[in-house]
């Protein structure tokens, strides 16, 4: 069993930045080994990904998010964090934080982030 906990979320003005957490704890799990990402959700639309980073560091993003976000993760603090800079009106939405295992998908509860115009 895996829990996926975020923190960081809030309000901000559009051209601002934010930094969202994600620790991951479960009893008999190596956080090292597996890819761990970030989503998001904006009312009416369907959940897409962020930016995700595998177990030896490479990082994929959206589109819409690339060369303004970046992922990174820490194995030792089982943590993944997600810096957002130059946020924009269109990056409000819920952010969860995903790990798939092979065996299981986990999400966390998700942070919402809004940014005002």
């Known amino acids: 069993q895996v829990q996926l906990v975020e923190s960081g979320g809030g309000l901000v003005q559009a051209g601002g930045s934010l930094r969202l957490s994600c620790a991951a704890s479960?009893?008999?799990?190596?956080?090292?080994?597996?890819?761990i990402g970030w989503y998001r959700q904006a009312p009416g639309k369907q959940r897409e990904l962020v930016a995700r980073?595998?177990?030896?560091?490479?990082?994929v993003y959206g589109d819409s998010v690339r060369g303004r976000f970046t992922i990174s993760r820490d194995n030792v603090r089982h943590t993944v964090y997600l810096q957002m800079n130059s946020l924009k009106p269109e990056d409000t939405a819920v952010y969860y934080c995903?790990?798939?295992?092979?065996?299981?998908?986990?999400w966390g509860q998700g942070t919402q982030v809004t940014v005002s115009s």
């Open positions: 980073v595998t177990s030896d560091g490479t990082s």
């Open positions: 479960g009893s008999t799990f190596t956080f090292s080994r597996f890819v």
């Open positions: 995903n790990l798939p295992t092979g065996v299981r998908n986990y």
